[in-house]
């Protein structure tokens, strides 16, 4: 049986895993952390004894690959769906713009979707339908070099319109200002979310933290079949003979052998991997050329929450998403976990605990005016390195599965997988690994 050596117990390097464990390979699973799971993970904060998420994630019914990787590995009812696609948005003062689609086919069911939109104008939803007649077109020429704003202008989408519902999609999805983010990648998203099944638009939230839902399920179903895992042992360098990968170098010295190895790191770890003059490759200098995007996690323990939904986004806020884990995870009554997120959070990376509580607390009145809470808890996540960034005319940097390295391939949320680097990206760039090394069925 060939051995294939795994780089990245995260997503992507779980997904490869399991997939080849499957094909019957031989598969020795390497994280730096003792723990795994990447940046979708979760750990138990020690000055309140809960277990948090690095970052909250949404899900949506068309990440296909991923519901096939949480099947395979047992986890049947990880993440709550809703039954139709139904987001509310928050306005300053608290009033609210509610999109509710229909059970209709896709696309329709988003067209009378944004046609029923409560708290929209007339001229914000015709500017709306306009877009979602011309999508199918759109999606079938993407152009990487097109920022989401001047796509946005050039389909004649007004400022409410915008605000309430392109704007918020694009900041949760790319993690990026639609000033500079790519209008293919958004085109990706729209494609797979609403041209295919009224199912696939739907929004899912995990209902336990990330580490239970997937990473303690996946490294059980690895090592219940054979692979050898090795946590808290991360890889100095490949090792390369003739050419072609011959195994890894851990940073203690232990040299393993391997007949090929899957790299599923970030970017700048899998550039310190590499040995001699590879990384002046020029597909590697592209990896390296790939900006980052931040993203900014405030979890909050209050004695009432200021909101009583599973999630709601603020329109024109710096604060773009807020999710209740309480009431995701079922506990009503007495405190509530309440989440923030701020994508691309470039502005904010320096700003201390008490800049963002504040900031916090002033959007709270601003949104929710007679909604008093308490804060008894904070705790600050700030992920420098969340995303890559997918400014417009930049996916052609991002590298295929198969390297230029023989015997070396490439999984993670920032390869070439057609999608922004999301969940489903990660999972679809281990699967795709997986299979650029399997003989073809």
């Known amino acids: 049986m060939p051995h294939t ?8 390097g779980l997904a490869a895993a399991v997939r080849l464990i499957d094909a019957g390979h031989r598969v020795t699973l390497i994280e730096a952390t003792k723990a795994g799971g990447g940046r979708a993970r979760s750990f138990v904060d020690p000055a309140s004894g809960r277990e948090l998420d690095n970052g909250q994630h949404l899900v949506m019914g068309c990440y296909r690959e991923t519901l096939a990787f949480l099947r395979q590995i047992g986890v049947h009812d990880g993440i709550y769906f809703q039954r ?36 929209v104008g007339v001229l914000h939803k015709a500017a709306a339908l306009r877009a979602g007649l011309l999508l199918s077109g759109e ?66 939230v995990p209902r336990v933290p990330l580490s239970r839902l997937y990473v303690d399920q996946a490294l059980a179903y690895s090592r219940d079949r054979g692979a050898v895992i090795h946590l808290g042992q991360p890889v100095r360098a490949l090792r390369v003979a003739d050419q072609a990968i011959a195994g890894v170098i851990l940073k203690s010295g232990e040299q393993i052998d391997a007949d090929q190895v899957i790299s599923a790191v970030p970017p700048p770890a899998l550039l310190d991997m590499l040995p001699g003059t590879w990384p002046n490759h020029p597909i590697f200098q592209d990896v390296a050329r790939l900006g980052a995007s931040p993203i900014i996690n405030l979890w909050l323990v209050v004695d009432r929450a200021p909101f009583d939904d599973p999630f709601l986004g603020l329109v024109s806020s710096e604060l773009h998403w807020l999710f209740n884990r309480s009431r995701i995870e079922g506990h009503s009554g007495g405190e509530a976990l309440l989440n923030v997120t701020i994508s691309a959070a470039r502005a904010s990376l320096e700003d201390s605990q008490e800049a963002l509580v504040g900031l916090f607390n002033a959007e709270m009145r601003r949104y929710f005016p007679g909604r008093p809470y308490t804060i008894r808890h904070v705790k600050v996540i700030k992920e420098k390195r969340a995303t890559i960034s997918h400014a417009a005319g930049t996916y052609h ?24 680097a999301t969940i ?6 281990g699967h795709d690994a997986a299979a650029a090394l399997l003989p073809p069925t």
């Open 5 to 12: 050596i795994v780089i990245g117990a995260g997503l992507a």
């Open 84 to 119: 139709d696609l139904a987001i509310d948005m928050v306005k300053p003062g608290g009033k609210r713009a509610k999109l509710l689609c229909p059970p209709l086919p896709a696309p329709l069911h988003l067209a009378a979707g944004l046609l029923t939109m409560r708290g």
């Open 139 to 204: 999606v079938r020429r993407p152009d990487d070099n097109e920022t989401c704003d001047a796509w946005l202008r050039r389909l004649g989408q007004t400022a409410g319109i915008r605000a309430i519902f392109w704007e918020p999609l694009i900041w949760a999805t790319l993690n990026d200002d639609p000033l500079v983010a790519s209008a293919a990648m958004l085109m990706a998203v729209l494609e797979r979310a609403f041209m295919s099944t009224r199912d696939a638009s739907r929004l899912g």
């Open 397 to 420: 940097r991002r590298p295929e599965a198969q390297s230029p390295l023989r015997g070396l391939y490439l999984a993670g949320d920032w390869v070439r997988t057609g999608l922004p």
């Open 424 to 429: 489903e990206s990660a999972v679809q760039s």
